[in-house]
């Protein structure tokens, strides 16, 4: 049975939609808020309509919560999976639009038929009947107050828009949070203001007020096109930046504290920041050494959710993408990537903080306007799915015969996705201090959108320090925020190494960086540790076309080799592709003056894909490391590309062990 998600008629997009995030607060450089458009505001009110919540019971239940069967649920789940109450026409929820954007709660409140029984160890709390609640000392931020008149929970990162020609104010998600009292209560105070439940509400205008009309045209500066006034071949450019994004635990299987089969979930809350550049460059990210965009005309990113339709400039509902993953840096100064999330389908765009005449549409990101997706919102079923499908080097999905459409007819159908399905997961084990003594983790969040010029400053990284609590994983909200990726950190850590060589390999199938260190380990033995990154390359074999393409695979290199001189001795042949599974390790092999490592054959391929298992795909960091009896000189690594076609290998220059003293110094001493 084939059903619809939120699937808009071409009429009904055209509707000048209202768009605003709430919970995350977007700065300007001096730290206050940005202006926008002056436009004056007056009061709207909604009343009545639903309210659903799809509660984290996996995380309740670590920290001692139990939902009690809800009372008053409506028959029907959402397409989120979320419990469904109705909301009373009592009462109202009051708001300002400015802009076509809201922009404050102004006060009121709204009251669920039903609700929930919350039982732990330090009493129930009583949410029958919730009631959702402005915040007087916060304007974007609302309140959810149980029957006891206690806001145990407040909620943010909301989504909104104003549709059905201003008759109804639908939020799309929000995030519910942890009071700082509850976590006290909970015996759980690290968990202050953690997601616990993400939430969607669809409430009736009672009263429309002054705003709606957007300071703003229909006609966007899509990526390649000419800038009016200027020199023929001035063009607007896509450039997205990672403007923050906060790590939390979710969940875990098996949990003990030091299990290598336990399964712990990691989702982030991430945000981000359209170019602000209008013909001369300024800081997109101020602080940050990525910050500023080579672009100088800042294109508008199309944002159309799944299913919606064909729209330009594309031909079909373009919309970017995120991932997340998760590093250990070990102490003898190598990396492993030990977790990668699937793909998460964003869907709207929450248009913040734009210019002056931009984010007037919910599914189109304006110049300097930014976007939040919440940690319940990126843990949501029915909106993630598999790398598999995704074309990354041109952020193509292969709709057709996807977990989404997988009869290929154009229509959605669930995901079959479970809670543990395309997240992000580690075994205990990889990240337990006892396991690994003296290791630091980084977590890394991308955004990936169609023809971004620059896809390294849509990614940014954080440190975070593991720990287990005796029921939970805490990894803290990160620190050392930095645009790019997890591999540039690790290879200017300063760490004593003999040599360092660092190349990247860019053309139009995507973008690969490989490195070298070199560790002088003293008695003629040097340890040689290479770490490939694939960002974005693959060689994908697709069927049809947008927007009835089909990936049939997208598969990266199934081969990394590199010379080494005669008489060289290797040893302690090491690969880490960080999944703690040995069945599909790649295999290492000394011969023929080459050293290789081989993906594992597969015996039984499907049709039109390599036979090879765990090839080293797009999003992935895999390590090559062994121990030589002769220093470092320049040498030519080789990528072999898994499908066929020219050229079949990327090759760069890196250091290698020689045996003449020669080419000892091929490259400078870092």
């Not at 672009?295 to 970017?320: C, E, M, R, V």
């Not at 843990?379 to 989404?404: F, H, K, M, V």
């Not at 011969?591 to 765990?614: D, Y």
């Amino acid at each position: 049975m084939k059903s619809h998600k939120y699937l808009y008629s071409a009429a009904r997009i055209a509707i000048a939609f209202a768009v605003f995030a709430v919970g995350q607060p977007v700065l300007s450089a001096n730290g206050q808020g940005y202006p926008g458009d002056a436009q004056a505001t007056q009061n709207w009110s909604a009343w009545g309509g639903t309210v659903g919540v799809r509660w984290n019971r996996d995380l309740a239940g670590d920290l001692g919560l139990t939902i009690e069967r809800p009372s008053g649920m409506l028959p029907e789940l959402s397409w989120r999976e979320h419990e469904r109450f109705e909301l009373r026409q009592a009462g109202s929820l009051e708001f300002n639009v400015g802009n076509g954007n809201l922009q404050s709660f102004a006060g009121g409140s709204l009251q669920a038929r039903g609700g929930y029984v919350l039982k732990s160890a330090a009493g129930d709390i009583d949410l029958t009947d919730f009631r959702i609640r402005t915040r007087e000392n916060d304007p974007l931020v609302l309140d959810l107050v149980g029957a006891d008149g206690q806001a145990w929970f407040y909620i943010d990162r909301l989504m909104y828009e104003i549709v059905e020609d201003n008759r109804i104010l639908a939020v799309r998600e929000m995030d519910l949070r942890i009071s700082r009292a509850l976590a006290v209560r909970l015996g759980h105070p690290e968990v202050a203001d953690w997601a616990i439940a993400d939430m969607q509400m669809t409430t009736q205008v009672l009263h429309q007020g002054s705003g709606a009309e957007p300071n703003g045209g229909g006609v966007y500066d899509w990526h390649g096109t000419q800038v009016a006034g200027q020199p023929a071949g001035t063009v607007y450019q896509a450039d997205l930046f990672m403007q923050v994004f906060t790590p939390q635990y979710s969940r875990c299987l098996g949990c003990t504290g030091v299990s290598p089969n336990s399964q712990v979930v990691f989702t982030p809350s991430s945000t981000l920041r359209n170019n602000v550049n209008n013909g001369s460059p300024a800081a997109t990210i101020p602080g940050d050494p990525m910050g500023t965009s080579t672009a100088l005309w800042t294109a508008d990113i199309p944002w159309y959710q799944k299913f919606s339709g064909t729209f330009a400039p594309y031909g079909n509902d373009q919309h970017p993408y995120l991932i997340w993953n998760m590093y250990r840096i070990n102490p003898d100064g190598s990396i492993d990537q030990i977790g990668r999330s699937g793909v998460k389908h964003a869907f709207l765009t929450t248009n913040q903080g734009c210019a002056s005449g931009h984010g007037t549409n919910s599914h189109v990101l304006g110049r300097q306007c930014s976007d939040t997706y919440g940690t319940g919102n990126n843990d949501s079923n029915n909106d993630l799915g598999p790398r598999s499908e995704i074309i990354p080097a041109t952020n193509q999905w292969g709709r057709c015969g996807s977990i989404y459409d997988t009869n290929c007819d154009g229509n959605s159908n669930s995901s079959g996705n479970t809670s543990y399905s395309q997240r992000l997961i580690v075994a205990e084990s990889q990240i337990a201090s006892a396991s690994n003594p003296g290791a630091s983790y980084l977590f890394e969040s991308w955004y990936l959108a169609r023809e971004d010029i620059n896809i390294y400053n849509s990614m940014a990284t954080k440190s975070v320090t593991p720990s287990w609590t005796g029921s939970i994983w805490n990894i803290g909200t990160g620190t050392n925020y930095r645009l790019g990726s997890a591999f540039d950190r690790w290879f200017e850590l300063a760490v004593p190494v003999s040599t360092k060589v660092e190349q990247e390999l860019a053309s139009a199938e995507g973008h690969v960086k490989v490195g070298v260190k070199v560790f002088d380990l003293g008695g003629g033995a040097w340890r040689y540790d290479y770490v490939v990154m694939n960002y974005d390359f693959a060689r994908a074999f697709t069927e049809g076309s947008e927007p009835n393409l089909r990936v049939v695979h997208n598969f990266g290199f199934d081969r990394f080799s590199l010379p080494v001189a005669a008489g060289i001795n290797i040893s302690s042949l090491n690969f880490s592709d960080g999944d703690m599974d040995s069945g599909n390790d790649w295999t290492a092999s000394s011969a023929g003056g080459n050293v290789t490592w081989t993906a594992p054959a597969n015996p039984n391929p499907p049709a039109n894909t390599p036979a090879v298992l765990n090839p080293l795909n797009w999003g992935t960091l895999y390590r090559f490391s062994f121990v030589a009896n002769g220093p470092s000189g320049p040498g030519s690594a080789s990528l072999h590309i898994a499908q066929s076609g020219l050229p079949a290998s990327l090759s760069t220059t890196l250091l290698v062990p020689v045996n003449d003293v020669i080419f000892a110094h091929g490259f400078e001493s870092p």
